[in-house]
């Protein structure tokens, strides 16, 4: 079964770091790009960013440049997201989703992580 | 980041047919393709409609998507209950470098 499995959220204070990951099963992880989209609860998708099948290339929302890094372990079957310098508008539900065969369409999605920016 | 304009809201009776609009401008809808998602109340989105008019496998073919210039659109015939859901837009951004989304479209079933 396809799988993506989100983890890391949690509450963290104005200015502070946090990494989520995402672990991967079900499909060859590196053929893929992959992304992170979040989602205010009862708001709207944002993207976040997304990384390519090989990791050398990255592209970010301007809201997240400069603060957040995607990255990825192939090896681990695995993607990240390290978020510095967090602002409360950053508070969201993050997916990660894998890209398929068509450019930028996410095609497996996973639950979520929670990530909660207050003092 | 801009984002693609959709109307808030859309509604419809069961059996009827409805269409939701997107629209964005040259740099996305008028060069890239155009991805649809649901997203379910309580759930993650799903890919509902890529490449402007094509289904995943296990969509029903009641969902297409088109493209005109700048604007897309996603029609749904035969609606039912279960399709009550939000429906996103979605498709890369040239200028940006991003994926723009667009806000969303809450479709009643009456």
């Known amino acids: 079964e396809v799988q993506l499995v989100e983890s890391g959220g949690g509450v963290v204070q104005p200015g502070g770091s946090l990494r989520l990951s995402c672990a991967a099963s079900g499909f060859t992880f590196d053929d893929y790009p992959m992304h992170w989209v979040r989602q205010v609860p009862g708001k709207g998708l944002e993207w976040v960013s997304q990384i390519t099948w090989d990791g050398d290339s990255t592209y970010y929302a301007d809201s997240v440049k400069g603060r957040f890094t995607i990255s990825r372990d192939n090896s681990k079957n695995s993607l990240y997201l390290q978020m510095r310098s967090l602002r409360t508008e950053d508070t969201a539900l993050y997916y990660c989703a894998k890209e398929g065969s068509d450019p930028y369409a996410m095609d497996v999605w996973g639950q979520g992580t929670t990530v909660t920016v207050s003092s | 980041q801009s984002m693609l304009a959709q109307p808030p809201s859309a509604s419809g009776t069961p059996g009827q047919r409805v269409t939701i609009s997107c629209s964005g401008s040259?740099?996305?809808?008028?060069?890239?393709?155009v991805n649809w998602y649901q997203q379910l109340p309580g759930t993650a989105p799903k890919l509902l409609i890529y490449s402007f008019n094509q289904r995943p496998s296990g969509v029903p073919d009641r969902f297409s998507g088109s493209k005109s210039g700048t604007s897309a659109s996603l029609a749904i015939s035969g609606l039912q209950s279960e399709d009550e859901a939000v429906y996103y837009c979605a498709a890369w951004d040239d200028s940006l470098n991003a994926v723009v989304f667009g806000g969303g479209t809450k479709l009643t079933v009456l």
């Open positions: 040259s740099s996305n809808i008028g060069s890239n393709p």
